[in-house]
């Protein structure tokens, strides 16, 4: 019996160590959460003989490391900071504060079109980003800088709100557009409902980018401004309307209005029915005077 008992307990101790084991070797050998890449474009077009820029935003990097190849071949671009194809084309460009691991093409050539991958190793696996380049032929005239922003300026809540922002420049600087609420800068956020995208056309040095909020709450209120660069920004005016307290003003200006005509339409009835009984009396008294008349 005291054997049996000695059992079930190494049996509830090794169990016990082994959690023990498993929840030390998560905390102290864990590196944080998982990278993810950012919202950054996947598809980019430019002319032959431009700088075709490819970006690659990643988040929690931590010691991981970015690679650059193009699909479908498996040699490397680019290795972390080191380049591994010796093409003085092709250069990495690190963006320390956005998070970005960019590849430059310089003097980019129509066979450099295709599908270019991004991606970062972890263990047993990767975590890949397409983007895809297209380089056109023909050239464009020079673009004059400029921005515009348009979309829903009034809405009822809980009403989708859609702004669409466009901006072109003259030059190859033009990277992303960020979207600012009453000075707050704004990103996706699915627990609110906000959806932030953006595609970039190199070849025609500009940037489309799209805010939608699917139900519009009372906070949403307010003035959006989207920005490209310094020099390039707008805002705009979005009013955000209680539909059950216009509503309810809707009807009290009806029902006001209606008192008033049930109260003119009664006036005018009274007024006709004096008149009436002013004409009877009247005609009365001419008959009650005849009457006199031809009995004396």
């Given at each position: ?200 056309s190199i070849s025609d040095h500009s940037i489309t980018s799209t ?26 005016k979005v009013d955000v309307l209680n539909a059950e307290t216009y ?50």
């Amino acid at each position: 019996m005291n054997v049996v008992d000695w059992r079930v307990i190494w049996i509830k101790s090794s169990f016990i160590l082994c959690c023990f084991l498993q929840y030390v070797n998560l905390v102290f050998t864990s590196d944080g959460p998982l990278p993810t890449f950012t919202n950054t474009p996947t598809s980019v077009v430019t002319h032959k003989g431009s700088v075709a820029i490819l970006r690659c935003g990643v988040d929690n990097l931590g010691t991981k490391t970015v690679s650059w190849r193009k699909l479908p071949y498996n040699v490397p671009i680019t290795v972390g900071k080191d380049q591994f194809l010796k093409i003085d084309r092709f250069k990495l460009f690190q963006v320390p504060y956005q998070g970005e691991w960019n590849l430059h093409i310089k003097n980019a050539q129509p066979f450099d079109s295709g599908t270019y991958e991004c991606h970062v190793s972890l263990k047993g696996e990767k975590i890949r980003r397409n983007i895809t380049l297209t380089v056109l032929e023909t050239t464009t005239a020079p673009v004059i800088p400029s921005i515009h922003l348009s979309g829903t300026q009034i809405v009822e809540k809980g009403n989708p709100i859609q702004l669409l922002c466009n901006a072109t420049s003259g030059d190859d600087k033009l990277q992303s557009i960020d979207w600012f609420k009453d000075g707050i800068k704004l990103q996706t956020s699915y627990a609110n409902e906000i959806f932030i995208s953006q595609k970039v056309s190199i070849s025609d040095h500009s940037i489309t980018s799209t805010l939608d909020i699917d139900k519009a709450r009372m906070t949403d209120m307010g003035r959006y401004v989207c920005r490209a660069s310094r020099q390039l920004a707008t805002r705009m005016k979005v009013d955000v309307l209680n539909a059950e307290t216009y509503n309810e003003k809707r009807e009290t200006h009806s029902e006001i209005r209606s008192r008033q005509s049930a109260s003119s339409v009664n006036e005018l009835k009274h007024s006709e029915l004096c008149v009436v009984l002013a004409l009877l009396v009247t005609v009365l008294l001419q008959v009650i005077l005849s009457f006199r008349d031809r009995t004396s």
